[in-house]
């Protein structure tokens, strides 16, 4: 399986951001003809090690070659030339332009050299393409039309169709169900047993497991081991990723039909940014001390969902009631005054005003409560913010410093500090842990759990499967904008085959 | 070897003065280099300069005509742009200020109001009229999403025609249409005298009249840093210009915010207007090769951005870039070179602009041997 000459040698490299080492004498090694893994935990290092290898970041120091050539790449471009292509956990496609058009944009050696475009030449290859590594995709079709998982495919076959020896995958799985997931390890299998290097990464110890043959793992900028996938167990590659044992918060989930109901949604109706109907007719009742959980492919409405109980999108039709009352459509203001706390999926954007200081960001929905007249009370808006920074260990220098120089684990800290502190009676989590690492996950999960013991009806939504079934009372699945309920004790097949529709069997289209 | 740039962990304080000062003293530095090449000598340029601006007698009566109205539109500039709403329309919102505070002047004075009451109701109907005016962008924006930019500048003209009908091409109220000079040259009508703003004469320099709209400029941008600074509205106007999403997740009304925000901006630049007109004028001022070729509506901008938005800043350099003007305006033809006064003004936009990054970044040498270049220390991203 691995030849003489690593298809992949990187030496040495070492990158510095600002007070961090992204890298720190990294040495990595992948043959040809084999998926390897490069496991870590969110900030240990992977994306950067492989945006050097695709020409984005240059290293510092160290040497990188391909097949024993030694290379330096300063741009994107050189790395495609020499058979590098990476897909991205956020998507470089243009949504305007067809699957053909993206593949040929950039291309200097088919289709794209010529100064008339012939599409139909194009579309053949997409489709033997499509067909050889089962990636079906109709070429013809324009970007936003495509599901997250076509958009996936295309990204792959744009790979392949500029003839990367070596595929890079960052996260892929993240956007996945997991039958979608396993239709793509066997591509990638497929794609390595070519001959084609394939690096795969993830954090998730049992896709690792899956599909590799080997595994790096990055811990702290520092590659620590390589070792076959078939000598290493989960629990030993967790030991090695996270640097210590980890004890996974885990909760007996049980409904409480005797609670009283909180938050009840009853035939909501929104529409998303394109003005589509992205929410349909959900209704679902969260009572007090109950955490439910709602899980999905991202992008089947659950962020409007979140949005429309929160006041952020206004409703189109049903009603949302918090201990009884009305909460009036698209108003945060009294969403919040009615006592619904919100931790948004984006929280550097809509969580925090970033460039603003921690002090202010913390009271970003106190402050009017906190004023003599038109005045603001800086005096007292400082003094909580002391407090808050020491009781949820937020790691800054201090309340005055600009927000968006925190980790994201303290920046997501910040938003749970100030939405706990006003004791919401429902609480709605989107993707609360999503980017943070083992130990800010912990504490994050530690505070939700103590959300639902002090009374509060929590509603988290999530597209981490674990992150459901660790904390979930109930379980539900969002998918095309409708909600419906798991039966408990469901398992995570089950949850899967909803999440993709209930399409048991046949391949997603 | 190379050079990399770095964002900064901190922003230290000094060097928002310090980027800004710097700025100006290279943009003296690369015009000297200008003036060399074209065989001036740069010293005694500048020292001419500067004593055309501060230094001889009157000079700084004539610094300060050009620096009310500056201060006036680079207030109202700093006031919008700093909830990144982009009002280019202060020129137009002081010309309908001018336009309405003189109403008020000319018909309550001709009636025999008391001088304080005839100024006060021109500073309140100069506020109105340029309110109204920026609201006409603000309303397009809150409601239509419009470009502001493009609405607001694009009515500076149709403010500026208006200007020039009023007292060209009609027998408006505000047009002087008794005595001889009004059938030679179409002017405005003079204000009776009641309605002339007084200024307050310092005996130095043969004689120092601050105006008093220099007055109402100062106030005006006290009351700007304590509204963004102190108060509620403040706060949510600073979460509304760092973050759109942010804001109305914090429950602010954003279409109200906008709207106050624009009106506000208007209100400064039209009681620029009508400074303009108590102050200096003393009738409207309708010609087109007049006001409308002075430009302080585009210069507050440039001021404004100099002075980072912060409105003690604007007043400060309000203040200089007048004495530059004035000073531009003094030295004309002799053997001053005509376009030195723009090209410094270019070149310290220029260079204040590109220093931002140096506030924002810090520039490192790289040397490619290893172990050399040592990280600032920081918390971990």
């Known amino acids: 399986m691995a030849s003489a000459v690593p298809a992949v040698s990187m030496v040495g490299i070492t990158k510095r951001f600002p007070g961090v080492i992204a890298n720190d004498q990294v040495d990595f090694e992948a043959a040809s003809g084999e998926v390897h893994a490069l496991l870590g935990e969110n900030g240990a290092g992977k994306t950067t090690l492989s945006h050097i290898l695709t020409g984005l970041y240059r290293a510092d120091e160290g040497t990188i070659s391909l097949h024993g050539k030694p290379v330096a790449f300063t741009s994107p471009r050189e790395a495609i030339d020499n058979g590098v292509g990476m897909v991205h956990q956020q998507f470089r496609l243009v949504s305007r332009f067809t699957v053909a058009e993206n593949l040929m944009l950039g291309d200097r050696r088919g289709a794209g050299r010529h100064f008339r475009i012939d599409p139909g030449a194009v579309d053949t290859q997409v489709r033997d393409l499509g067909e050889r590594y089962s990636l079906g995709v109709d070429p013809r079709a324009r970007i936003w039309q495509l599901s997250v998982g076509e958009q996936q495919r295309v990204e792959i076959l744009k790979a392949l169709y500029q003839e990367a020896r070596v595929l890079i995958l960052d996260e892929p799985t993240a956007v996945l169900t997991p039958r979608e997931a396993d239709l793509l390890f066997a591509t990638l299998r497929q794609i390595a047993g070519e001959g084609r290097t394939v690096i795969f990464i993830s954090h998730k110890l049992h896709e690792v497991m899956a599909v590799s043959d080997r595994v790096t793992v990055l811990r702290a900028g520092k590659a620590l081991a390589t070792v076959q996938t078939t000598d290493a167990t989960a629990q030993s590659l967790a030991t090695l990723m996270v640097g210590r044992d980890i004890k996974p918060v885990t909760r007996e989930g049980q409904a409480r039909p005797d609670s009283p109901p909180v938050l009840e949604v009853e035939d909501l109706w929104a529409e998303g940014d394109r003005g589509i109907t992205a929410v349909k007719g959900v209704s679902l009742t969260v009572r007090a001390g109950e955490i439910a959980a709602v899980a999905g492919v991202s992008g089947n409405g659950q962020r409007e969902l979140a949005e429309a109980i929160t006041g952020l999108r206004p409703y189109t039709k049903g009603s949302i009631r918090v201990k009884g009352k009305p909460v009036r459509a698209g108003d945060a203001r009294s969403a919040f005054e009615a006592g619904v706390g919100y931790v948004p999926e984006d929280r550097l954007g809509t969580g925090v005003a970033p460039s603003l200081s921690i002090a202010m960001n913390l009271a970003l929905k106190s402050f009017r409560n906190n004023c003599r007249g038109p005045f603001l009370r800086l005096g007292p808006m400082r003094t909580n913010a002391e407090h808050e920074i020491s009781t949820f260990e937020i790691k800054a220098s201090g309340p005055d410093q600009q927000t968006d120089y925190l980790s994201g684990g303290n920046l997501q800290k910040v938003v749970i500090a100030r939405e706990f502190s006003a004791s919401p009676s429902v609480l709605v989590a989107g993707s609360p842990t999503r980017g943070l690492d083992v130990s800010a996950v912990e504490q994050v999960h530690s505070f939700l759990l103590r959300a639902a013991e002090n009374g509060t009806a929590v509603l988290l939504i999530s597209e981490d499967l674990d992150e459901i079934l660790a904390l979930h009372d109930r379980i539900f699945v969002m998918y095309e904008g409708g909600l419906s309920e798991m039966p408990p004790g469901a398992s995570v097949d089950e949850i899967g085959l909803r999440m993709a529709g209930q399409a048991a069997g046949a391949p997603p289209a | ?381």
């Open chain 2, 1 to 381: 070897m190379r050079f990399t740039f770095e964002r900064r962990l901190r922003q230290p304080g000094w060097l928002s003065l310090a980027v800004p000062v710097a700025s100006v003293l290279f943009a003296f530095f690369v015009a000297g280099i200008v003036l060399l090449a074209t065989g001036h000598n740069p010293l005694s340029t500048y020292r001419q300069l500067f004593d055309a601006a501060f230094l001889q007698t009157g000079s700084l009566n004539q610094t300060l005509i050009v620096a009310t109205p500056l201060a006036f539109t680079g207030l109202a500039a700093a006031a919008a742009f700093r909830m990144k709403l982009f009002n280019i329309g202060a020129e137009g919102q002081m010309y309908i200020g001018a336009i309405t505070g003189a109403a008020a002047g000319l018909y309550l004075g001709g009636n025999g109001g008391s001088s304080a009451f005839v100024i006060a109701a021109m500073v309140v109907m100069g506020c109105l009229g340029g309110t109204a005016w920026a609201l006409i962008p603000g309303v397009l924006r809150a409601f239509c999403k419009t470009n502001e930019i493009l609405t607001s500048l694009l009515l500076n003209y149709v403010a500026g025609l208006l200007l020039t009908y009023l007292i060209f091409q009609s027998q408006s109220y505000w047009r002087e249409t008794k005595g001889f000079n009004a059938s030679v040259f179409p002017t405005g009508k003079e204000l009776p005298p009641s309605a002339v703003w007084p200024g307050w004469t310092i005996h130095v320099q043969g004689g120092i009249t601050l105006p008093l709209g220099a007055g109402f400029a100062v106030a005006a941008a006290v009351v700007l840093w304590v509204l963004y600074k102190r108060t509620r509205f403040g706060f949510e106007a600073q979460v509304l210009g760092d973050s759109d999403r942010a804001a109305r997740y914090s429950g602010v009304r954003v279409r109200r915010k906008i709207l106050a925000v624009m009106a506000l901006s208007g209100a400064i630049a039209g009681l620029g207007g009508a400074s303009q007109v108590g102050d200096f004028a003393h009738s409207v001022d309708g010609d087109p090769n007049g006001l409308q070729k002075l430009g302080y509506g585009y210069t507050g901008i440039v001021i404004a951005a100099l002075a980072r938005y912060n409105p003690y800043a604007v007043v400060l350099v309000a203040f200089l870039m007048g004495g530059l003007e004035n000073a531009g305006n003094t030295l004309q033809g002799a053997n001053f070179p005509a376009g030195l006064v723009g090209v410094i003004q270019g070149i310290i936009l220029f260079s204040a602009l590109g220093g931002e990054v140096l506030i924002r970044h810090r520039v490192r040498i790289v040397r490619t041997k290893r172990g050399v270049a040592a990280t600032e220390p920081g918390p971990a991203a």
